[in-house]
């Protein structure tokens, strides 16, 4: 009998789940919310479908008509693009999730696998689904997978070969009503893993790591000296010995080098925690840069820095980016965007380093309810207007910084788009 699969979600994601049922000559449908070519949106076509899984995208909501109807149908698993995907992978595969830092940290760790003469591809949430990869590039014998917690809440026996959880902070409450069940979602990249798979988790995690498997768990920090990978000095150390020094490196601030510990880390479930100490590392770790939109300096005129950090889309994420820059400067910022319920009072830890903020797209009221009568503010109706604002409030010496704190899609396609935006403008005025 052939299996019948449901896919919900037209996107990217969705699409790809259905070209690999394709592959396997699954009778497979395409179901979305809104109307789409491609796509039916009737829930009660989907029921009479009758299919034996449903694959969701991520990001469905529970509120999805089709949703709904998937879940009354009898007899039918509903599982994630994530999970169908790792279903028919059968290579090796490294996950990596967490709040902050999951693109970099995925590019990093292909990036070294790569210059150490391994066949590795970054997928995932990063763009290319897990689903497209195993299509497109089926003689990959290892693919590296940035996962979302949308992606985690529909796997059931999702098992990556080693997998690294970053860190946790306040982000997508919208969705999970609290930061404990955000955190479970996140831990549950561990859950099916075997006993003898490395788990690779932020010292800072350790006490809450939910699973009686601790077996094989290596531990990173910049502050905790006891754990695994740890850093002293400009250095980061593995169990006391030196691995490299970050000067040699183009990656900046505590965040970062969190991120390289946690790609170090990946890299010795391939080959061995001697690679730490080669040469070969240390070179692939120097030549590697990070991409666009994330603290991406796009321009410096009369000693002012302009900085894109436009992927910065939750409170952390813009402290971490504070932390680099603003070290001796004053950060004019622009924040807001769509609100996922988040702790903007967060960013008052830096309060003393931001002398100006506008506040811009859908959640200006709880930014400014958070930072008025501390902070500097001023809310914009137009992104363009917000730009020019902390432009002309910026001196010699100053930082110009667009780290939102916030989703994007309330007033752009995603962070990329809202990046470049920001981009244009400024080379517009200086």
């Not at 391994?118 to 497109?136: F, Q, R, T, W, Y």
């Amino acid at each position: 009998m052939i299996m019948k699969i449901a896919v919900i979600g037209c996107g990217s994601s969705g699409k790809a789940a259905s070209a690999l049922a394709d592959k396997y000559f699954y009778t497979n449908r395409v179901f979305d919310d809104k109307e789409q070519p491609g796509a039916t949106s009737d829930p009660a076509e989907l029921a009479a479908f009758s299919p034996d899984t449903v694959v969701l995208s991520p990001g469905i909501p529970e509120s999805s008509k089709l949703f709904i109807s998937a879940k009354k149908l009898s007899g039918t698993e509903i599982i994630s693009e994530l999970e169908f995907a790792f279903r028919h992978c059968g290579k090796t595969l490294l996950a990596i999730t967490g709040t902050n830092g999951k693109t970099t940290t995925t590019e990093l760790t292909t990036h070294i696998l790569r210059k150490l003469g391994h066949d590795a591809l970054s997928c995932g949430n990063i763009g290319i689904p897990l689903s497209e990869a195993l299509v497109k590039y089926p003689e990959t014998s290892i693919f590296v997978v940035e996962v979302s917690s949308f992606q985690l809440d529909a796997c059931v026996s999702f098992a990556p070969s080693a997998a690294a959880l970053l860190n946790i902070s306040s982000d997508h409450i919208d969705r999970y009503g609290s930061l404990e069940k955000y955190s479970e979602s996140k831990f549950s990249i561990f859950r099916n893993m075997k006993q003898d798979a490395v788990k690779i988790l932020n010292h800072n995690l350790l006490s809450t790591y939910p699973f009686e498997n601790r077996k094989k768990i290596l531990t990173f920090s910049v502050s905790e000296s006891s754990a695994d990978f740890a850093m002293r000095g400009n250095s980061i150390f593995f169990r006391n010995e030196e691995i490299v020094n970050l000067e040699t490196s183009s990656l900046r601030g505590p965040h970062n080098a969190e991120n390289l510990m946690a790609s170090c880390a990946l890299a010795t479930a391939i080959l061995g925690t001697r690679t730490l100490f080669s040469p070969k590392l240390a070179d692939a770790i120097g030549s590697f840069n990070t991409g666009a939109h994330r603290q991406e300096i796009i321009a410096e005129k009369n000693n002012i820095t302009y900085v894109n950090d436009s992927k910065a889309t939750n409170p952390h994420a813009v402290i971490a980016a504070i932390d680099r820059f603003g070290k001796g400067r004053n950060i004019c910022i622009i924040l807001g965007g769509l609100d996922k319920n988040m702790d903007f009072s967060l960013l008052l830890e830096k309060k003393d380093n931001i002398k100006f903020a506008t506040v811009t797209g859908r959640c200006s009221d709880e930014i400014l309810k958070a930072l008025s009568g501390i902070v500097e503010t001023e809310r914009f109706a137009l992104f363009e207007d917000a730009v020019k604002a902390v432009c002309a409030k910026a001196v010699p010496g100053d930082v110009v910084m667009l780290s939102p704190a916030c989703a994007s899609m309330d007033m752009f396609k995603n962070y990329a788009e809202r990046g470049d935006a920001f981009s244009r403008i400024i080379k517009s005025i200086i």
